[in-house]
């Protein structure tokens, strides 16, 4: 019942706040930044903020002279953020942080699209578990492998 309503909740969510399209068409008030969008929690602005980082690199790779190199993510600290509703913290969520941690340790020690697409694949354990709603938008988050410089 209670991982139904946090189902709900988050289809509600993506409904209220454009999640699963574009975010904020945003004629009227262009100049509000993104991250900080009126009646988002305190996770959700986070969640809004790291996707805004993956869509930066994916549109750095349009530069000529874009190389993998020079690209890093922010950690974003997850556990201690308030969420919309304090059932979608459960213990996938819990089980979930730290490899999220992870794969960005790892694409910042190590920057490729592979590494980026293990990020992605991170946003999408967690999500499976948490809040589906995102899923598509995340998906579109994947590089294709052949900008891939290994292989
Ligand atoms: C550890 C679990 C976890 C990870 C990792 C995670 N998310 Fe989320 N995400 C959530 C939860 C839970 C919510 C709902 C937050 C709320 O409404 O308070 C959410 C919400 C969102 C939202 C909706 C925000 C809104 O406007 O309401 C987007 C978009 C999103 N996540 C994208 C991502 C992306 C992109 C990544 C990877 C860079 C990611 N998430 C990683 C758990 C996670």
């Not at 904020?24 to 996770?43: F, H, I, W």
């Not at 890093?72 to 089980?95: A, I, K, Q, Y």
């Not at 794969?103 to 948490?130: M, W, Y």
Request: charged share 20%.
């Amino acid at each position: 019942m209670k991982a139904l309503l946090t189902v709900a909740c988050c289809a509600g969510l993506i409904l209220a706040f454009g999640c699963a399209s574009d975010p904020a068409p945003s004629s009227p008030q262009p100049r509000l930044a993104p991250s900080q969008p009126n009646g988002l929690s305190e996770l959700a602005g986070t969640m809004v903020a790291m996707d805004d980082q993956l869509a930066r690199i994916l549109k750095n790779m349009d530069e000529t002279g874009f190389s993998w190199e020079n690209q890093s993510l922010d950690v974003h600290s997850l556990l201690d953020r308030h969420p919309t509703d304090g059932s979608m913290v459960n213990r996938h969520f819990e089980d979930h942080a730290p490899l999220y941690r992870q794969a960005i340790a790892q694409f910042n020690a190590s920057p490729s699209a592979e590494a980026f697409n293990r990020v992605v694949d991170a946003c999408k354990s967690c999500h499976l578990g948490t809040c589906p709603g995102p899923l598509e938008r995340i998906e579109k988050r994947r590089v294709a492998s052949d900008a891939s410089v290994r292989r």
